[in-house]
């Protein structure tokens, strides 16, 4: 079992010693990449090497229990260890989405529900938003469209990590599952009989992608300008600081009209195009990618639902892995860890069967 580890252990001395010559860290571009892949390694160099002295102490403590039965109970305890040991393994092995590290933009639309589903797409982004604050990621609202009662049509938000993250824990790694449809059912502000009411908002979530990523040729771009609008500021309907990006061979549009200049806004519009773009490409590329990404929003309609808010009872049901706790309060507050743990088990479990 797990003889293909060792080729792994191989890699990672052979990173340590690279890793140990300063001129290797002359081409910072390519040490990150020697460390990113280091860090990647060590946790299951680590567990492989505790698995194996599991192993070696078992067949010592059974040699001993020939003669002394007190031994006999540690026996049962080394083994226990290593079932334990063998199960971390497995998962460590899992392959990895070579996007997990990577940092995402967010975008939230309302759908099904009108005002109402604006205003849960507020809930959504002020609970992302804190989620973000309690595990230390950047956020950056890019663009936005806001409703007539304080709740958003549709808005974009960068999520970044601070530094380099543990493996498994990059924000897409976390925040990949939360693609879909969202439903909430509650009693809106603006029902007088009390009703409960059923509405939606879309939740795209893509890889962020750097300008290493993604080439894109200046002359397949279609660049128009245009008046923002929305609430009130000196740059609002009096300028052309709006900027919608078009890419001519694909047909993705990004467009941004928060910054109040132009040459802003076309930065920002610029990050959404490569980034769909990237995810573009990785659907071409993997079929099981595309397929998970497709599926994220179909349509925002009521019944192509992932996840259930229900206010009156308090509770979170996510339909995909069967998730439901009681706690609705405290996730809307950005408390999600367990809702994202629970699909990221899912996820582990899935590949280890399939594996």
Known sequence: MFEAVE?????????????????VHADQANARKLNKRY???????AAYRSWKQTGDDIDTARELAADDPDFAAEVKELEKQREELTEKLRLL???RDPSDDKDVILEIKAGAGGDESALFAGDLLRMYLRYAERVGWKTEIIDSTESELGGYKDVQVAVKTRGQTEPGQGVWARLKYEGGVHRVQRVPATESQGRIHTSAAGVLVTPEAEEVDVEINPNDLRID?????????????????AVRITHIPTGVVASCQNEKSQLQNKQQAMRILRSRLLAMAQEEAEKEAADARRSQ????????????????ENRISDHRVGFKAYNLDQVLDGDLDAVIQACVDADSAAKLAAA
């Open 7 to 23: 080729e792994l252990v191989g890699e990672h001395a052979d990173l340590e010693r690279k890793l140990a010559d300063p001129s």
């Open 39 to 45: 860090a990647e390694l060590t946790p299951i160099v």
């Open 225 to 241: 300008v245009y008046r923002s609008s929305g609430p009130g500021g000196q740059s609002v309907n009096t300028t052309d600081s």
């Open 93 to 95: 092995l899992v392959p």
């Open 297 to 312: 929003v179909r349509t925002v309609d009521r019944s192509e639902k992932i996840r259930t808010y229900n206010f009156p």
